[in-house]
């Protein structure tokens, strides 16, 4: 199984070029039809109806991600007689011989997904930081341009749909532009974009697709940020690319011109075009990521404020997110986000504080902790400190409590009570929180504002599994 695997995960890559992250249907459904010389036609329709009603969405944007490639083939080999796993083997490597990449498309699609890559690494070692992902995306962008779009010049930049509460007579929702690449900054970060200025933003939010202008001189519906700009130099190539979220809604848009380059080579290619929607894909799972973990942050707070004024006798707690580490050794780093101290004074790292392993002898029962995901106990220069996990749906550490107790040797009965329910109650939060951001729903566009009211729920949730609890105990 993990081979077969293995062979499906690089079946996909082979496949996906340009790693923009998704296969077409139609393209997999025309090379499977051919499997047998076409004589399995019958059983490839029943598994591609199969797979429409498994996933609804498929029939309106018509891609598959290597989930959904996955499944899409095992539901075609179940359909044919025999055994399920040599027809599912027979597949692939049909699938593999089918696909033929020349050793510069290989090296090209390896560039790429090591631009992709990074993007993913930003999100997971930033903190719960948006500004080290925005970079790595940009990063991205001119990498390419520069070795596989004859080196153009590119301007991009990311907005968020936003609920308008200024002037809603302009339409219920705006674009808030959250990051550009730098020359840009002045004229771009920060606008504000409304449904009633020219634009193809927001046809390309309510259409969910990419939208190319391969010469916006000559289009007539484009907004120019940039007044200063002249007339006459206001040429080049427009693209603007939907946001989206796992379930296919739209929250914003990352577009790139062309209009600093006044060269003909200035026309996005449709390869180019095919890899900016992985990278689009990347940010939207970066983005979330960081959404999550700004939920965990936001629970956890209010868990620590609920706790202070019950829990004298705890000197400070500090949370530590889980991250990967950048080092050649592969090893993991803890990253220092928030102290709460008795005093009931927060204090916000924001500012990048990192343990590693190596560096931290004296801290290793912290990394125990993380290790075993269960909770390690162990005296500091005197003062006594509790690690305690913070769950993932899988039971990996995603984080750690850091709990000092100074001289005590422990803490008294009624403290020890409330610390422990405390816990018990951000672990159900946290997992709640999980389980949120992996659900379905159904199509449409969300807005940055919603994020923010799942923030201020974040905090909530932790006060409603107390109240839960308090119920079942009457």
Known sequence: LAQRQLLLEALFEKWDNNASGFLDLEEVDAALSTFKEGMEKEALRKAKNQLCTHYPQLSRVGKLSPKTFQTFLELVASEFTGNEDEALDNLVEFLTMSVGRSDMECLQSSDRRKWLHNIQQAAETSGANMEPVYKAVFEALSQDAEARGDKKKISSYIALLEENQLSPERGQILLHYVACTADDAPYVLNQILYKDMKGISFAAVEEGKPIHVPRVQLHGNIHFWNSDRPVEERKGSLLVLPLQDAHWRTFGILGLDTLRDQSEKSVFMSHEISFYQGVSHAFSKA????????????????????????????????????????????????????????????????????????????????????????????????????????????????????????????????????????????????????????????????????????????????????????????
């Open 287 to 474: 983005y979330h990521h960081i959404c999550t973990l700004e939920n965990v942050l936001q629970m956890a707070v209010t868990a620590l404020d609920w706790l202070y004024p019950r829990a004298p006798n705890i000197h400070a707690v500090t949370l530590y997110l889980v991250e990967p580490g950048k080092d050649k050794t592969g090893d993991y780093a803890l990253h220092k986000v928030v102290t709460m101290h008795n005093t009931g004074q927060k204090e916000i790292h924001s500012s990048p504080v990192l343990l590693l392993r190596k560096e931290n002898l004296s801290r290793d029962y912290l990394f125990k902790c993380t290790d075993s995901s269960e909770v390690t106990c162990t005296s500091l220069c005197g003062d006594h400190h509790i690690a305690v996990p913070l769950r993932d749906l899988s039971g990996q550490a995603l984080g750690i409590f850091d709990i000092s107790i100074g001289q005590h040797q422990k803490l008294p009965p009624h403290e020890q009570k409330d610390l422990q329910k405390m816990l018990k109650m951000a672990q159900a939060a946290c997992w709640e929180i999980m389980k949120i951001s992996t659900e379905g729903t159904e199509p449409t566009y969300i807005l940055e504002a919603e994020h923010l009211a799942t923030l201020k729920n974040a905090g909530i949730l932790f006060h409603r599994f107390m109240l839960q609890d308090l119920r079942e105990c009457i």
